[in-house]
């Protein structure tokens, strides 16, 4: 039977400033495009959701590729999982610092390897090998995150609480602090379902240090016979949770994309004071997205053209997304 397809991406859950608005908002349009220009062509989930978060990653508006935040000691060091539904077939890429798009590292693991998942150098030979050209870390550092970093470490020094810093964040500040991880998941006309998650993970984050983002179940998850999920925010908790896999679960034990979304991001905040945001798919077309944090970058792309906002609490009652 031939399915309708349908995208959706997020560009990251947190206070989004004002000033960055339009910019996220662009940068989920602009993946909606090149996913879709994927899908409607008859391509696979798998293509479009590794092309969709290619574009996050070429944008320095989100937190993954180049310009994304800075580990303690000033470098860039990058996760990124993608994971086919149909047949659970899975690559995944973490603490890698030459790769300016991990997630093409993670679909090579997916495509060449026997082997689900590689950390650091290992994970940048093995790309290599595999022809992805490897880049200077510095290439990939912009002075607005040198200085980003500058400032939340004088913070830290100084003792002043930063909401942007994330570190070691209380309760409070994880729900407005900067999440900007890019994710995508799609359904293609083959009733497959795929997803994929990137980031630069957490600002002053400790070297080494891997989130949610590109664990299995995690910050991301494909199974067609229950969903595709890809989450973004505070990581540890999310991990803690294994927040993916139970939201797809859920999914396979009946429940609704719609209302699985929200259930999750309530579960996140219930149990361990969480904040982040969801995007979550069914094989049959059903999705749902949700956040806790005052604004997510998210977008949509189904037959019926493309929507992409920051904003998902603000949405009028009797303007559901389809
Ligand atoms: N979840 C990511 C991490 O903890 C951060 C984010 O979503 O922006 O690495």
């Known amino acids: 039977m031939t399915r309708s397809p349908i995208l959706l991406v997020h560009g990251g859950a947190w206070d989004i400033p004002a000033d960055q608005l339009e910019a996220h908002e662009q940068g989920v349009f602009d993946a909606l495009q090149t996913g879709w220009s994927v899908l409607e062509r008859g391509g696979s989930a798998l293509d ?32 990124a999982l993608i994971m086919d539904g149909a047949t659970l077939r899975a690559g995944g890429v973490a603490c890698v610092e030459r790769i300016r798009n991990p997630i093409q590292a993670a679909r090579l693991v997916l495509d060449k390897s026997h082997h689900v998942y590689f950390v650091a150098q290992g994970a940048e030979q093995f790309a290599a090998s595999h022809g992805l050209p490897l880049v200077d870390n510095s290439e990939l550092v912009l002075d607005r995150e040198r200085e980003r970093l500058a400032e939340a470490q004088r913070r830290e020094r100084t003792g002043v609480p930063d909401p942007t810093f994330s570190g070691s964040p209380s309760q409070e500040s994880s729900e407005t602090q900067s999440h900007d991880t890019v994710g995508a998941i799609a359904l293609d006309s083959q009733g497959r379902v795929a997803a ?34 890809s989450l973004t925010g505070w990581g540890e908790p999310i991990m803690k949770l294994v927040l993916g896999k139970w939201a797809t679960d859920r999914v396979l034990a009946g429940g609704s994309p719609e209302q699985v979304a929200p259930d999750a991001i309530s579960y996140l905040h219930r149990r361990l004071g969480g904040h982040g945001g969801i995007i979550l798919l069914a094989p049959d077309g059903r999705f749902g997205l949700a956040h806790n944090t005052p604004r997510m970058a998210w977008g949509v792309h189904t037959v019926d053209g493309p929507r992409v906002g920051t904003n998902l609490r603000e949405r009028d009652a009797d303007d559901p997304l389809p």
């Open 48 to 79: 479009a959701i590794e092309a969709a978060v290619t574009a996050m990653e070429d944008d320095p508006a989100f937190d993954a590729g180049r310009g994304s935040f800075l580990t303690r000691d000033g470098r860039v060091q990058l996760d």
């Open 196 to 229: 994929a998650t990137s980031t630069g993970g957490t600002l002053n984050k400790a070297p080494g240090r891997v989130g949610d983002s590109s664990l299995i179940g995690c910050g991301c998850y494909a199974d067609n016979a229950s969903a595709a999920v």
